[in-house]
């Protein structure tokens, strides 16, 4: 039987999220809260995801707090190591480490109706009891790794990017890689430099757009710091790229399209000269119903001499290698799988149970839903980060959760002393305003993708992120109800 520990707030997860919740705590004068972290150190995906050439795909400037800029990004674009290294920085900056309960991975939570407060358990049998549950677990957190036939006889090292094991080496190997996507598109013109081959597995092609990375020179990394004014500006800039050029091409609007997909072309056509490779590249669904990828080294890598692209399904592995659709069976050494994450059931193998002991998957049974992304019906005091209906494919998802914390801490304010619930009819009210949008919007002209269950687009914002700002001020009080009144 494990022990009890007592906390008025309890976090789970060290990622942006959890962090900003935590230093958000703090800054209003509550110190008495927990985060749980299944790790050993914080960073969330930005732990996770080390395999090379991991970067971030939206402007670094962008990519970190309003209120603790980093004026010393070495790349336009940073780095997985550097955004780790500013995670740390600003866990200690902010005296949150205090707060980590490291190496606790939660099995599951419950609410207790009577006590008004949460019970969550570790898998070491501790259990945590808050009265108020904020889960911080990101959106991509369970690596997929699709079950060929044959999986299990291939006799090389397979792994997926997310799981980069430490000290592989792929340097004069035959290597496969499966997926072509935003993690595949990073990491292979690092392992095209180093290995003997790379065959790259495609199943559909993706609009890549270049993002003309550059290292910042000191003289701008010293402007940056002594004028933080103009970063903030900078800044401005980068997310007017995202509100007034990428976001049309999501919300299919023709000329930003247009001019999206002549950008691919022309950068495409650039290093691929062959008309058949350019066919097999050019993508057969709508800009921005992916998610649109940026990349100039992208097709260098696939130019090179030593890279190839297998543009037929897989069959199955041989103990060899991979048999694919054009009955070819192409031996590999190693094979890296770039197939994405589990985005359904929202919290896999977490069981959350809420009122009348109503588990969070039934409720979501058919794709997730939330008020504004933060609350569901029936799960008082539950509040969530990178909730269902917030990810965008054009902006900062850093940006969007500072805009959560400020959120969830009004409804905490709110519901001193008390349960707070948000209320059915105001959750259906905005759950239909969000699918009737986003069927308007480039996401819905694709059958499958990540931000999908079915048919319903359960994971993507419909909006601009100006608008996120604006509804994300200030909750509707009549929207939620406290109890006792
Ligand atoms: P993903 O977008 O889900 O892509 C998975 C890739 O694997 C796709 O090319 C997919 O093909 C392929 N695939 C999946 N199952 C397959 C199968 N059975 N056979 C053959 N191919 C298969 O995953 P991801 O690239 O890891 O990216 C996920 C998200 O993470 C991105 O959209 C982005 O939001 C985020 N991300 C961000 C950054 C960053 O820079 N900040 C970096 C990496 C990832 P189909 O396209 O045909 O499905």
């Known amino acids: 039987m494990g022990n009890t520990v007592k906390t008025d707030v309890l976090i789970i997860g060290t990622g942006f999220g959890g962090l900003c919740m935590s230093a958000k705590l703090k800054a209003s004068g509550k110190e008495d809260f927990i985060i749980l972290e299944k790790a050993d150190g914080v960073g969330g995906t930005w732990r996770e995801n080390r395999y090379p050439g991991a970067e971030c795909d939206i402007a670094s400037v962008l990519y970190s707090y309003s209120f603790y800029p980093n004026p010393t990004w070495d790349f336009k674009w940073a780095k997985q190591k550097q955004i780790l290294d500013y995670l740390n920085r600003f866990t200690d900056d902010m005296n949150i480490r205090k707060h980590i309960r490291f190496g606790q991975h939660v099995s599951g939570a419950q609410f ?3 006590a008004g407060r949460w019970s969550v358990k570790t898998a070491d049998g501790t259990i945590y009891s808050a009265r108020f549950l904020v889960t911080a677990l990101g959106q991509l ?6 079950g060929f036939k044959g999986q299990d006889i291939f006799k090389g090292p397979q792994f997926h990017t997310a799981e980069w094991p430490e000290g592989v080496d792929l340097r004069g190997k035959n290597v496969a890689i499966i997926g072509n996507a935003a993690s595949a598109i990073q990491t292979i013109p690092e392992i095209a430099k180093i290995a003997k081959t790379l065959t ?5 092609a993706n609009w890549i757009i270049p993002k003309r990375d550059r290292p910042y020179s000191r003289f701008e990394k010293g402007v940056a710091k002594l004028v933080p004014g103009l970063s903030k500006l900078y800044r401005g800039f980068w997310f007017g790229v995202g509100e007034f050029l990428m976001y049309p091409m999501i919300r299919g609007r023709k000329r930003r399209s247009w001019l999206g997909r002549a950008m691919c072309r022309s950068e495409m056509k650039k290093f691929i000269k062959d008309p058949d490779m350019q066919a097999a590249l050019t993508p057969d669904y709508p800009i921005g119903a992916k998610r649109i990828l940026l990349s100039e080294t992208y097709y260098p890598a696939l130019a090179r001499e030593n890279v190839g692209l297998v543009n037929v399904p897989i069959k199955a592995l041989t103990s060899e290698g991979i048999h694919a659709g054009d009955d070819i069976k192409r031996p590999h050494d190693v094979i890296v799988y770039a197939t ?9 193998d977490l069981p959350i149970l809420g009122e009348n002991g109503v588990e969070l998957g039934e409720h979501w049974d058919g794709g997730a839903f939330a008020y504004h992304g933060v609350m569901t019906s029936g799960f008082p005091n539950l ?6 209906n917030t990810n965008s ?3 900062s998802i850093v940006f969007k959760l500072e805009n959560q914390v400020n959120y969830i801490l009004q409804l905490l304010e709110r519901a001193e002393g008390k349960t707070i619930r948000v209320n059915k009819d105001a959750e259906i009210r905005y759950n239909e305003e969000m699918q009737t949008r986003l069927a308007d919007t480039s996401w819905a002209k694709i059958d499958k993708s990540w931000y999908k269950t079915g048919e319903k687009i359960d994971l993507n914002w419909p909006g601009s992120g100006i608008e996120y700002k604006r509804r994300m001020k200030t909750p509707i009080n009549q929207d939620f109800h406290t109890s006792p009144e």
């Open 112 to 114: 207790d109706e009577g």
């Open 141 to 146: 957190h369970h690596a997929k790794t699709p």
């Open 200 to 204: 790259i597995y495609q199943r559909s």
């Open 340 to 348: 994405g994450f589990y985005t359904h059931p929202f919290y896999k």
């Open 383 to 388: 509040f969530m980060l990178y909730g269902p």
């Open 393 to 395: 494919g054009h902006t």
